[in-house]
């Protein structure tokens, strides 16, 4: 089982820097390439320098963007999060089908997927599957690329909604490789649920709705936002802190309130007590300091030494 992680943060806040971190990291100690499937299109960070990430063999890229993905962008996710991998073509181009040829077999040389981002990605499959017209009927089935779908409630948020909580939590969260990484952008979610008691006054009153508002990682819509940390190991919220010496860049590991709205940032990580006794010691706010030269990797490197 990988251990999984959700980076979260607003645009510019160096999200996919942490991935490029984190594949730096597992190719220069440990061999072992990271595969980065990319919702936006860009990646310049592992294709920049002499010789790149990508150069280097240290990571390859899937673009998510180019025309012969995103047109059956149901199909594509599902297969990369089966472990199907494109494979190049003798006379050029690729081939990338869910087939013998293209299964991943050296998965010891594998590190870590790295998914960015989920809020990209749920983008893409709100487009796609609108322009479908799936998800507009009582009940409906749908095939793509050997791939059936299959939906009984209307609207296209909730058939976006269930294949994204199938292809993360049962297929990316478990592929045979150290890490899974997603990143997303932020979301200000809400947190609905009942009281279970009633007025005193009235026997047959309804429960009164209690509403929390909270930040969170943007995935599709605002019904999601809340139960999203809960699909990985950890959840960072990725942010500027503002010092008295200027700005640093911060990855959030504890749940913390936004210092103009006082509405909190959902954020966890998962390691046994005596770990987040020495997390505390090392990192005492509550969060990660993130440099150039070091960033989230800092934090896995200190968890892989703690365990020895």
């Known amino acids: 089982m990988p251990r999984t992680s959700c980076l979260y943060g607003n645009s510019g806040d160096s999200k996919t820097t942490q991935l490029y971190f984190v594949a730096k990291w597992l190719w220069e100690t440990l061999q072992l390439r990271s595969r980065l499937i990319s919702f936006d299109g860009k990646f310049d960070q592992?294709?920049?320098?002499?010789?790149?990430?990508?150069?280097?063999?240290?990571?390859e890229i899937f673009n998510m963007m180019e025309p012969s993905h995103s047109h059956i962008a149901l199909a594509s996710v599902r297969k990369l999060s089966e472990g199907y991998w494109p494979r190049k073509k003798k006379g050029g181009g690729e081939h990338f089908r869910a087939d013998e040829d293209c299964l991943t077999k050296d998965?010891?040389?594998?590190?870590?997927?790295?998914?960015?981002?989920?809020?990209?990605?749920a983008d893409i499959w709100l487009g796609h599957v609108a322009d479908q017209a799936i998800g507009f009927k009582a009940s409906w089935?749908?095939?793509?690329?050997?791939?059936?779908?299959?939906?009984?409630?209307?609207?296209?948020?909730?058939?976006?909604?269930?294949?994204?909580v199938k292809t993360i939590k049962q297929n990316f969260n478990q592929l045979p490789c150290k890490y899974v990484m997603y990143t997303a952008l932020v979301e200000k979610g809400i947190e609905n649920y009942r009281r279970k008691r009633v007025k005193r006054n009235d026997a047959n009153?309804?429960?009164?709705?209690?509403?929390?508002?909270?930040?969170?990682?943007?995935?599709a819509g605002q019904a999601q936002t809340s139960f999203i940390p809960g699909w990985f190991s950890d959840c960072f919220h990725i942010a500027r802190l503002h010092t008295k010496n200027g700005e640093d860049r911060v990855a959030w590991y504890d749940t913390h309130t936004d210092e103009t709205t006082d509405v909190p940032y959902l954020a966890r990580i998962d390691v046994l007590p005596n770990q987040m006794v020495n997390i505390k010691?090392?990192?005492?706010?509550?969060?990660?300091?993130?440099?150039?030269?070091?960033?989230?990797?800092?934090?896995?490197?200190?968890?892989?030494?703690?365990?020895?």
Not at 143 to 162: I, N
Request: hydrophobic share 30%; charged share 25%.
């Open 46 to 59: 592992f294709t920049l320098g002499h010789p790149s990430l990508l150069e280097q063999g240290a990571v």
């Open 281 to 308: 010691e090392k990192w005492k706010y509550g969060c990660v300091l993130l440099t150039l030269e070091e960033g989230i990797d800092k934090f896995y490197r200190f968890i892989e030494e703690v365990n020895g």
């Open 205 to 219: 009153a309804p429960a009164e709705p209690n509403v929390t508002t909270l930040y969170g990682p943007k995935g």
């Open 141 to 164: 089935n749908y095939e793509e690329e050997g791939y059936e779908f299959h939906g009984s409630q209307d609207g296209h948020y909730l058939t976006v909604q269930k294949e994204m």
């Open 107 to 121: 998965w010891d040389k594998i590190g870590a997927y790295l998914i960015d981002g989920i809020s990209g990605w």
